[in-house]
């Protein structure tokens, strides 16, 4: 069990409840990119979530080495946010029939989910600095330079090829 | 009522059901903010919020110029992804008692709503565009441009201080 909000006391009790928040966040992941990856139809597109899968399991393992650095057991608190990102993926997938423009929108829900990610690691790494952490700050930093260069080719891939072929 | 998910056929009814979307986004925003913005102790962070109610207030006005450029009357659909953001602040805003973690706390929040606009107006802007509407996008990308600049100003402020106070 993890945190609970109202044990929050001081800089470092939050920065563990953030770590544990994502830590569920990337493990609700990893069982959302398997629908995706099946609903997707651009080869390539399937590809790079398939990546996301395999690097979103090594963030994982990256989470739980800063947990063990940090002195804390790997655990998770539910994350609403990440939920919420999730069941609206998942709604909007499950109606479009056009696959083309199913394409452009599951790229455009994987980039929500990047985005989520981009901007708690962005915030985990300031608090470990700010903890005088920089060793857990450089583990972190590592999965949120991997966030970005991902959704960076996501936004890519979309303009170049998805969004025209859904056109 | 906005669009159902069920009828989204074209890449043309996706980006009308995002714009629906982040229309709802941009209204809860409004309704949470007004809390944050009493919640925050820091008299810059209270600013900074104040004058991201007012951002967001423009924000709705132009959502609301794209829809009838587009000859869609503005209108919401529900959120789920907005709304488990905004739960979550809720819950660690709620029982934070330590006024300066509680401030390092509202920050990340925010930035976790900015980093959810950004997203959202990134695949607003990029739709517009392969739809051949530049106008739209315009207008668009004049409140993306806004999202990252206000997501800048947050970082600055909570690593040049908010989170030292807090540490």
Known sequence: MGLFTKDIKTLDDLFVHQLQDVYYAENQITKALPTMISKATDPQLKQGFEL??????????????VFEMHGHKPKGVTCPAIDGIIAEANEVAGDVADKEVLDAA??????????????????????????????????????????????????????????????
Chains 1, 2 share one sequence.
């Open 106 to 167: 599951l790229i455009a829900s994987a980039q929500a989910v990047e985005h989520y990610e981009i901007t708690r690691y962005g915030t985990l790494v300031a608090w470990a600095k700010q903890l005088g952490r920089n060793d857990c700050a450089s583990v972190l930093q590592e999965t949120l330079d991997e966030e970005k260069a991902t959704d960076h080719k996501l936004t890519a891939m979309a303009e170049s090829k998805i969004n025209r072929k859904a056109a």
């Open 52 to 65: 996301h899968l395999a690097e979103t399991k090594n963030q994982i393992k990256r989470l739980e080495r």
